[in-house]
């Protein structure tokens, strides 16, 4: 039988058109919070292969201002201590986050273009 043509055209076209296709975000569970270990799918990726989002990891500090706003009341805990409030906010101080990727988190992954490396951007959750 006689090889169609344009089949193997069309074949050729998508293997081309394949390569050209950036890697898409992927869903990785953590196997192992320490060292990172994380499964794709059925591949299984080490902290060697893994660049992780700053913010996700213990101990990410950040800096953060709360401009001051007009407020009224009163503060303290008995009658004997109050003190009047008329305005609230918070001068820049930083922030320092207590909590990291934990085993069973579930993460969206990004591979590089060659799968060599993972990128971590999000923990992500169900609702």
Same mark, same amino acid.
């Given at each position: 039988?006689?090889?169609?043509?344009?089949?193997?055209?069309?074949?050729?076209?998508?293997?081309?058109?394949?390569?050209?296709?950036?890697?898409?975000?992927?869903?990785?569970?953590?196997?192992?919070?320490? @060292?990172? =270990?994380?499964? $794709? %799918?059925?591949?299984? +990726? #080490?902290?060697?292969?893994?660049?992780?989002? &700053?913010?996700?990891?213990?101990?990410?500090?950040?800096?953060?201002?709360? @401009?001051? =706003?007009?407020? $009224? %009341?009163?503060?303290? +805990? #008995?009658?004997?201590?109050?003190?009047?409030? &008329?305005?609230?906010?918070?001068?820049?101080?930083?922030?320092?986050?207590?909590?990291?990727?934990?085993?069973?988190?579930?993460?969206? +992954?990004?591979?590089?273009?060659?799968?060599?490396?993972?990128?971590?951007?999000?923990?992500?959750?169900?609702?």
């Amino acid at each position: 039988m006689k090889e169609n043509p344009y089949s193997k055209m069309i074949e050729i076209m998508k293997r081309q058109g394949a390569s050209l296709n950036p890697p898409s975000a992927q869903i990785g569970t953590v196997v192992s919070s320490n @060292p990172l =270990v994380i499964k $794709i %799918g059925d591949l299984q +990726v #080490d902290k060697d292969n893994i660049l992780v989002a &700053d913010y996700l990891l213990e101990g990410y500090k950040r800096k953060i201002k709360i @401009p001051k =706003v007009a407020a $009224i %009341g009163e503060t303290g +805990v #008995d009658n004997e201590h109050k003190h009047s409030v &008329d305005s609230i906010g918070i001068d820049e101080v930083e922030i320092t986050f207590l909590d990291t990727i934990r085993q069973g988190d579930r993460l969206t +992954v990004l591979p590089t273009e060659d799968k060599q490396t993972y990128i971590i951007l999000a923990r992500v959750v169900s609702l």
